[in-house]
């Protein structure tokens, strides 16, 4: 017994060091572009060449990118509004509706994550044409809500399935309506999941190119104007400061988000006796369902 | 017998179905309207246009199985597919073996740091993919931080080419950008195990390995399966990665398509693969569900 301990905690030092590694490597890349960002050199190439707040400057001032970032802005304001109330309503009506159709659309809403994003943009592409306003921001605000979804639904989900039945049932038998349960009583206790599934659906729209490249009009988003850049070698320290700022706003937004969802679940679960703890881990279970 | 908003908030007291008639039908509106119009009628609009002659309009014109016999027919689309499925298994393949030992460790070792973990292995996850992609350019690339950093230190003398444009820079890219999707869901079925089976197992004198490969693996199959499927899944459509680090050596499928979508303008050729590619997933997904069900899915 002590001896399979003793191996354990070995293995665990071992794996330890692994995991270590495996964030490192994680982060390394992506954090090349703060680095470079700062580097007085049009090339992303060591040794670095001095510190220098040039490229930063030459984010201000340019009107393309102001309007790529309005663009942004708005749209993913938008697709995140309405992702979140789909999120919310398909999911309530999962949990609480007891018809087969909301578990049928539960389940289509989830869909989007095993449909690879060239897909998604094609298929909404023909449709906008069809029904006529063609590639838009209205166009690109339709694909991001169908990219948010999953993540939206299943973070609602988790949320309103960790709140203990027996208030849902308390309220309506104290004669509270559908929609007074719903509103008075279940939405106020999602609050923080609400909040957290709006930043990430936010985030999902935010930082998506694969869809919007095929739905854009004349209006790029932020991800296609730097796309876009990307063909000119001059550019390249003009798109890693661009995508420092990014990488820093997206750090922000999605470390809020994810502690507000495990506050939220966690204040959910602590009354709640062990087989109750099961939603949480769908949920972190399915969260990853999604594509970026 | 909709019944007006207004009402439903009334403060007398509805007769039941009334009230609830109205209430189901304002929550299954948006995602009613989502789900049936934006995903399931646009992707059936795939399928018909896949069925379509090109004449340049927006629907086409004729039925036609044509399109569908050019991308069985013609070798080029049979080598562009089994290379994205080669290049999408291998991503799969490297993303899981790796992120296993992180989700066993985050399961069974992580103590108190499990939480700081499982927020760092997540946070890159909601990061912009155009930047994490874009990040490996500038790694491999010949004036890149790779060359420069191996000259620099003296390994070698010359930068060289090899890095960037080839298909293994795309695997490497790939994996990268889609490696913190796999952990959670193995992360997730370890964590589910009752610790009685661990005890049982260790109870009845299994040694660490093989409780860990009678009683661990099997168990925690389900999470890998999610987790090769969401690899899987976007990996095998991708045209961003080989458009950006792959070359013409690693054209992928997606990129096919974007291509039938853009400059070659053939929508309905487009589609067909587009369709082509949804039969790939499907089959995919059988498999999966079925290995899962062998494996008695907890999920």
């Not at chain 1, 306003?133 to 339709?142: D, E, M, Y």
Request: charged share 10%.
């Amino acid at each position: 017994m002590s001896a399979a301990r003793i191996d354990a905690k070995q293995s665990g030092r071992w794996l330890g060091a692994y995991v270590l590694v495996y964030v490192i490597f994680l982060y390394l890349p992506v954090s090349l572009i703060p680095l470079f960002s700062f580097n007085d050199s049009i090339q992303a190439a060591f040794p670095l060449q001095g510190f220098t707040f040039e490229w930063y400057a030459t984010l201000s001032g340019n009107s393309a990118l102001s309007g790529a970032l309005a663009n942004s802005l708005v749209i993913g304001a938008i697709a995140a509004t309405g992702a979140t109330l789909c999120g919310i309503t398909v999911s309530y009506m999962d949990l609480f509706g007891r018809s087969p159709l909301a578990a049928t659309i539960s389940a289509i809403a989830r869909l989007p994550i095993l449909i690879p994003g060239v897909i998604v943009g094609i298929s909404l592409l023909i449709l906008v044409n069809l029904i006529g306003f063609g590639p838009s921001r209205t166009a690109i605000v339709l694909g991001h809500i169908l990219v948010a979804l999953p993540t939206t639904v299943v973070i609602m989900k988790s949320r309103f399935a960790a709140i203990p039945k027996t208030i849902h049932e308390a309220a309506l038998d104290l004669g509270a309506s559908d929609w007074t349960t719903f509103r008075r009583v279940m939405l106020p206790l999602s609050l923080p999941a609400i909040v957290s599934a709006f930043m990430l659906a936010f985030l999902t729209s935010f930082d998506e190119f694969i869809v919007a490249f095929f739905l854009a009009g004349t209006e790029p988003t932020l991800p296609l104007y730097i796309w876009s850049q990307l063909r000119f070698p001059k550019s390249l320290p003009t798109v890693m400061a661009l995508g420092t700022a990014i990488l820093a706003v997206s750090f922000v937004i999605a470390a809020i988000a994810e502690i507000l969802r495990h506050r939220g679940l966690a204040a959910a679960q602590r009354p709640v006796p062990a087989n109750l703890s099961k939603p949480e881990e769908t949920e972190r279970g399915e969260l990853q369902w999604h594509s970026t | 017998m909709a019944t007006p908003m207004s009402t439903i908030v009334a403060r007398q007291p509805l007769p039941e179905s009334r009230s609830s008639t109205g209430f189901r039908l304002a929550m299954l509106l948006p995602g009613g309207l989502v789900t049936f119009f934006l995903i399931l009628f646009a992707l059936g609009l795939v399928v018909f246009l896949a069925l379509r002659g090109n004449d340049g309009s927006l629907l086409g014109a004729g039925f036609t199985f044509a399109n569908f016999i050019t991308v069985a027919s013609d070798p080029l689309y049979w080598t562009v597919t089994l290379r994205s499925l080669a290049i999408a298994g291998l991503v799969t393949l490297a993303t899981v073996v790796t992120a296993y030992p992180v989700a066993y460790y985050l399961a069974f070792h992580a103590g108190r740091r499990r939480g700081l973990l499982l927020f760092l292995v997540t946070l890159p996850f909601w990061t912009s993919y155009l930047l994490r992609v874009f990040a490996w350019k500038i790694v491999l690339a010949y004036n890149g931080v790779l060359n420069s950093a191996l000259i620099e230190s003296g390994i070698w003398s010359e930068p060289t080419l090899a890095f960037l444009n080839t298909p293994a820079a795309v695997i490497v890219t790939l994996a990268h950008a889609y490696a913190p999707f796999a952990i959670l869901p193995i992360y997730v079925a370890l964590d589910t195990i009752p610790k009685s089976l661990l005890e049982a197992a260790s109870d009845l004198g299994a040694r660490p390995f093989t409780s860990f490969r009678r009683v661990v693996l099997p168990n925690s199959m389900p999470g890998v399966l999610a987790a090769a499927l969401v690899v899987f899944v976007p990996t095998v459509g991708d045209y961003v990665t080989p458009a950006l680090v792959g070359g013409p050596a690693s054209t992928m499928i997606g990129s096919l398509i974007q291509a039938q979508f853009g400059k070659a303008n053939d929508w309905p050729f487009g589609a067909a693969l587009a369709v082509a590619v949804m039969l790939v997933i499907l089959a995919v997904v059988l498999v999966v569900r079925s290995a899962d069900r062998r494996f008695g899915s907890r999920t």
